[in-house]
Structures are given as C-alpha cells and as structure tokens.
C-alpha cells in the first residue's frame, strides 16, 4: 500500500553507505521517519526532494515498519535562503525546533504552514531575520500549549504592565512585581503590542506589523527566550546562528 505526502525535510542522517533516513514534517501524519535509498549516490534522483528545508511531495511504501521513499519531486527549495549563510543557519534552528515540538503520526497543519510561511519569508520575500524569527518562536510557543498570558498585570490587571515572566507566561506591572523567582524581561508598550498581535492574528497576517529595528533585536530576544524557557532546552543550531551575527 502506498501513501502520498507532501512534507518539509528536517533532518538528513547517514544510515549506510546508500541510503539516508529523513526526519520530516507532514500536514495530515505529523512528524514522520523516511528511508531514501541511493540517496548518498551522486545521481541520485531523490537528491533535491530530500535536502534539508526541501518541501517536496513524496510516495512512500511502508516496509518491515519503516516507510521507504518510491519516488519523490520537490515543490519549493527556498534557494534564496540557500544562498545566504545567515539564513539557511535560521532555517536550520526553525527545523530543529519544529522537530522538536512535533509527534509521529499527530496531524499538525499549523505547525507546517508557519514553517513554510517563515521559510518563505525569509527565501522570497527577504524580510529581517530578527522578524522572522520573532513570528516564528513566539506562534510556535502558542501551538506547542504556550500561549502567554498577555491580556495585562496577572495582579491587578493593568493593560500596561512593565514585566514579562518567562517562566510563568504572564505580566506584572511595576507596582505588583517583587522581583522574586523566574526571569523577568522589561516590556515596552511596543513590544506588548506585538506580542498580543502575534499570538491572535490570523495564520496569513503574521508579518504584518511593524516595529522599528531596537524593538525589533528586542522582540526577537524575549521570543527565543520565552520559547527556550517554556521548552526547556536550547538549540545547538539556534548557538550557530547567533555565532554567525558576531
């Protein structure tokens, strides 16, 4: 029995001296695990469906309870971002995070779109790495079961707080916050304003909001740590990332 899907590569490993196994992400199986044979060979047909961040369309079989690849195209290579270090490295770390939040076999649709949606942004549209990467980290926080508390103070209410908890998720203004436990980052007006637009707006309208280019390093800076402290974990391709920006 045979089964079509259409899925994003995440991870290529070596599994012999043929073949590869593909980590990869679908709209209707969740994360799934793909034997490419041949795939180390230099002719093989298999070679541009299967790269990294490839989005391709492949038909698989399943075989001693591993689906192999029968054959494969690809629908977008995202070359622009290939050809810039920077951004294939952010590619990259939005891969691993998206392997890591994700399940065998449970659907997650949202979760492939904002990753194709970024990976575009970054490939056809050419739009700031630090906005990019600020929309994909804090909606990817939201579809993992993060989704902070940002209406205003936890406390009392005020809609403009001056404190974001990274540990709890939420808010707290001057007056109410001790300081005691968690990791606390200042938020401006600004910024709040691009949180709340983040984590409500529709799926289409993400990169539509506009913040100046400090707000901006900001705003990227309080999404990543917010995403790493709720995940627990850092990423070993976000560090090369950022060792690429020195």
């Known amino acids: 029995m045979y089964l079509t899907v259409q899925a994003v590569v995440l991870r290529v490993t070596d599994y012999n001296d043929r073949d590869a196994l593909l980590t990869v992400l679908t709209r209707n199986h969740g994360k799934l695990t793909l034997k490419a044979r041949g795939l180390r060979h230099k002719n093989s047909p298999l070679i541009a469906p299967c790269q990294l961040l490839a989005y391709g369309e492949f038909t698989l ?16 290579l995202f070359r622009n971002l290939r050809q810039d270090l920077t951004k294939l490295s952010l590619g990259t770390y939005f891969a691993q995070v998206a ?105 289409k309208k ?4 506009s913040l100046g280019e400090e707000n901006m390093e900001k705003l990227s800076a309080l999404s990543e740590a917010y995403l790493a402290t709720q995940l627990e974990r850092g990423f070993s391709t976000l560090d090369f990332y950022k060792s690429l920006l020195i």
């Open 206 to 209: 993400l990169f539509q909001f």
């Open 61 to 76: 079989f399943e075989y001693k309870g591993m689906y192999t690849i029968n054959e494969g195209h690809s629908l977008e």
């Open 99 to 203: 392997e890591v939040i994700s399940q065998e076999d449970i659907p997650n649709p949202d979760l492939l779109a904002l990753l194709l949606n970024c990976l575009y942004g970054l490939s056809a549209l050419d739009l700031p790495e630090a906005k990019v990467k600020s929309v994909f980290e804090m909606r990817t926080a939201c579809l993992a079961g993060y989704t902070p508390d940002i209406s205003g103070c936890h406390i009392c209410g005020n809609q403009q707080p001056q404190w974001f908890d990274l540990s709890a998720g939420q808010l707290e203004c001057g007056s109410c916050s001790r300081g005691e436990g968690g990791i606390r980052l200042p938020v401006t007006p600004g910024l709040l304003e691009s949180m709340r637009y983040l984590c409500t707006c529709e799926p």
